[in-house]
């Protein structure tokens, strides 16, 4: 029966560092049922000023992430036919909560989550999504890939 491995992807540095590493690691790829996941947390009332259309292109902007995710996996070996991605555009109140529903949805062997370095007090008052995952997801391992 082979791993199956999600990966969480958005537009940042940690992420991209993420992706970088797990597609690095000496394992079987040809072996491996791997999602490539995005998804939404409820607009913040900053982000809502950003506009309609700037929140309207989002969902593609976001496919096109994840579609470019899926070509670096393939270029390090991994079986396109194994790869999915997977774009959820209902919200969720916090990243961690769709991603721990998604979880709940469909097992997995493996979560890959990027973090970036945070203060303790930007750790307090927005949460760690890496943190929430690895308290919450029993039989499941969770790789936290840590950024500058």
Known sequence: MPNSILVCINDSVSSRAALEFFASMAMCPEECNI????????????????????????PARFQAV?????????EFGYNPNLIETKLITETFPTVAEGILEQCREQHYDLVIIGRKRMSKAEEFVLGDVSIKLVRALEGTAVLVVKTK
Do not use: C, N, Y
Not at 44 to 54: H, P, Q, T, V, Y
Not at 66 to 74: F, I, R, T
């Open 66 to 74: 994840l579609e470019k995710a899926k070509d670096s996996l393939v």
């Open 35 to 58: 999602t490539l996941l995005h998804l939404f947390r409820q607009v913040s009332a900053s982000e809502e000023l950003m506009g309609r259309k700037f929140t309207e292109q989002q």
